[in-house]
């Protein structure tokens, strides 16, 4: 996980972009956000159900880090099925861009669980119902040692 790492490295992130914008017109800058962060959200389900499938060992709970990251440490999607949100983050992004945390409360996880595994039901409570617990960046710390 990387709240361990050095630094965020390179992946899919989300994020209030002009293709969203252009999509949701009008919308303010709150709904929008609102938006990429639900898409990181799902994100995380995602990347955690790769990992189980590929035989790691996951920490079952949902974890998105919000940043503010350089457009130039950033590209474009593309591709069928690429949300509008979607970007990849092309250069690692250190901790000092880092300004919060969101992470499931512990009794998600086996709704996570079931989830990753295919469960519609509980994806559904996991998507719909659960809402991410949220972290100051100075509270790192805590979570690297709550994730082991």
């Not at 252009?22 to 800058?29: F, H, I, K, R």
């Amino acid at each position: 996980m990387d709240i361990g790492r050095d630094a965020l490295l390179p992946r899919t992130v989300h994020a209030v972009t002009d293709e969203l914008r252009d999509l949701l017109p009008g919308d303010v800058e709150e709904v929008l956000e609102a938006v990429a962060m639900n898409a990181a959200t799902d994100e995380s389900l995602r990347v955690l159900a790769a990992l189980a499938a590929s035989g790691e060992t996951v920490y079952p709970l949902r974890v998105v880090i919000a940043a503010e990251i350089e457009e130039k440490k950033t590209a474009h999607v593309e591709g069928e099925d690429i949300l509008p949100t979607a970007l990849q983050l092309v250069e690692p992004v250190g901790w000092e861009d880092v300004v919060s945390f969101h992470v499931d409360d512990a009794k998600a996880a086996n709704d996570v669980v079931l989830a990753i595994g295919g469960d519609a039901a509980a994806l559904e409570r996991v998507t719909d119902d659960e809402d991410l617990m949220w972290f100051d960046v100075e509270e790192r710390g805590r979570l690297i040692e709550y994730f082991g």
